[in-house]
């Protein structure tokens, strides 16, 4: 189908549109926070075409768009005295109440739930479009389920070109980031997105509101949340997003030591000269969070090309409508903060093989951390360092031939005499810890140093704190096997060879068990790292 384009000034568009919705068309429709995909709210199908055309998840509920607070009454029954008061204050605007529902509320419109969310936009024509239209409009953010909301009649053709009815064209949204939700319908007010009426405004209204916990963290896919929308990734670009903190110099000097070629700095205005080099988008200014919500969408759509990387995003802090901003931007980044600190945050991380600790490394990459491998130093040390290889020979002449240490001769040697063993060990944990310390990062950032020796090789000196992982015997020979492929028999030798898991634990500040469950195990890091701000 062709998509019309109606303009809102224009004196039929109301009309049309309203014939449209009528018909069971969607129609997306401005509004002052994002424009939405608009259908008939009590027509079932014309809802499920909402569903379709955005790949919306069959449990994530609608919004019903009212011409005046006075509809509010056919749509839901219980209504609290509350809820008048906050039509009165804030209505036609950015707010949206759960109610309860009365029964001519499809079930497709609210999800199944008992309750529904209704507001009154600020929006004359879309005002006008209900009243023609004689019915509520059932009308979600009119992006592509997932990716960031539409705040021009340009985004939402670029998402549904061609497979709605019409868009009708009214500017640049004003506020930019969907309602503040409040669900009345519990024993206490609460807040289950923030937006353009600030939390601050609806205490001085209600008195204290919970906030729910989705506002300012990730959520499982699995959980019961209060706003069904809340749980799924959301708003979110095709690259990846890390919220930088800190002040402005440390946060420049943690893009500056991780930027790759492509990646961009989304910041604030103020900001902008000193990420020059780093291909910097302002998304408004931060002294005024009016401007960061109304332009956060449109600079996240600009962001969203998988061949970008990482966007560093800025984020502002404090309360009222940098809430809103901080939650948005938050879910953009699966709410991934990195806090650029004053020196080097250095976590030594030991365990026995097979035990998991790459799981952990992982995490540790991920927030941008940088991972020193001692293993690999070892053996590179071993291949290139003409005095580390000086000092073996010095102690055991004849194992160095042409510059290359015969591993087998000096292997001979050691295995079988404990002294010399301690020797060699002396030489080579000196030469593996000054090489950790050259490379430990001059600016600072978060370090992982992933040894097997960590205590005796002196590296636990250099960590402010210590991890062991540790993971039930039989588990870590199955992953031996499969890993190394080696026979059960020389899976089981090799970690026997080694330190039990209850000695690594006995020796560091922290035990992560791996059970077996890679998830399961992943949220252990993550939860962590979090727990000690590392993240
Ligand atoms: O500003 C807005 O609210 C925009 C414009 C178009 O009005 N609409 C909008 O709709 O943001 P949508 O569908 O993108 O987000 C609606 C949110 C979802 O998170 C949904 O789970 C929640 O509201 N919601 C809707 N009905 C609910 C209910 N009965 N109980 C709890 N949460 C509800
Ligand atoms: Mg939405």
């Not at 023609?132 to 409009?137: D, I, R, S, T």
């Not at 939700?181 to 509101?209: A, H, K, M, S, Y």
Request: aromatic share 6%.
């Amino acid at each position: 189908m062709e998509t019309l384009f109606l303009s809102a000034s224009s004196p039929e568009t109301a009309a049309v549109a309203a014939e449209l919705i009528q018909k069971g068309e969607l129609v997306a429709i401005p509004t002052e926070t994002v424009y939405g995909l608009g259908a008939n709210g009590l027509d079932e199908k014309a809802v499920a075409k909402i569903f379709l055309a955005k790949g919306r998840p069959q449990d994530n509920p609608l919004i019903l768009h009212l011409s005046e607070a006075a509809e509010m009454d056919r749509y839901c029954q219980n209504v609290p005295r509350e809820a008048y008061l906050l039509a009165e204050k804030f209505w036609p605007g950015p707010l949206t109440m759960v109610l309860p529902a009365r029964d001519i509320v499809p079930a497709a419109t609210r999800a199944g739930l008992p309750t529904v969310g209704v507001r009154c936009p600020d929006s004359d024509i879309t005002r006008q479009i209900i009243r023609f239209a004689g019915v509520p409009l059932a009308a979600p953010s009119a992006n592509i389920s997932g990716k960031p909301s539409t705040t021009t009649a340009q985004h939402v053709l670029h998402d549904h070109s061609g497979r709605i009815a019409a868009v009708v064209d009214g500017g640049s949204c004003r506020v930019g980031v969907e309602s503040t939700i409040v669900d009345l319908t519990g024993p206490q007010p609460r807040l289950l997105r923030p937006g353009g009426i600030t939390l601050e405004q609806l205490q001085n209204v209600l008195g204290e509101i919970v906030v729910d916990k989705a506002v300012v963290a990730s959520v499982d896919q699995d959980a019961v949340v209060k706003a069904p929308g809340m749980k799924y990734r959301h708003y979110a670009p095709d690259c990846q997003v890390i919220i930088v903190d800190g002040d402005l110099p440390a946060a420049a000097a943690y893009i500056r030591a991780q930027y790759q070629p492509g990646n961009r700095v989304l910041c604030f205005e103020e900001e902008l000269e000193a990420f020059a080099p780093f291909a910097p988008l302002a998304y408004g200014r931060e002294e005024d969070p009016d401007s960061l919500m109304a332009g956060l969408f449109a600079a996240l759509r600009e962001l969203d090309d998988p061949s970008i990387g990482t966007v560093f995003a800025r984020c502002p802090l404090g309360s009222g409508k940098a809430l809103a901003v901080q939650n948005r931007l938050g879910k953009a980044a699966g709410f991934r903060h990195v806090n650029p600190r004053q020196k080097n945050t250095v976590i030594g991380i030991t365990g026995g093989t097979g035990c998991g600790k790459t799981t952990l490394l992982q995490c540790i990459r991920q927030q941008g951390g940088v991972v020193l491998d001692c293993d690999e130093i070892y053996h590179r040390l071993l291949q290139e360092d003409e005095a580390l290889l000086a000092s073996i020979e010095g102690r055991f002449p004849g194992v160095v031939e042409q510059g290359q240490l015969q591993r087998k001769k000096l292997g001979n040697i050691v295995f079988s005499d404990e002294k010399a063993l301690r020797d060699l060990n002396k030489i080579t944990h000196k030469a593996v810890k000054a090489e950790v310390v050259r490379l430990l990062p001059d600016t600072p950032s978060l370090v992982a140093i992933d040894a097997i020796g960590l205590f005796e090789g002196g590296l636990a000196e250099l960590c402010q704190v210590t991890v062991a992982v540790t993971a039930p015997k039989e588990d870590r020979v199955q992953r031996l096997m499969a890993r190394d492929g080696i026979g059960e028999e020389y899976a089981r030798k090799r970690i026997d060879a080694q330190r039990s898991n209850e000695a690594f634990s006995a020796l560091c500040d922290h035990t992560l068990e791996n059970r077996g469950d890679i998830c399961a195990f992943r949220a252990k890091c993550l939860a962590f790292l979090n727990e000690f701000g590392i993240m």
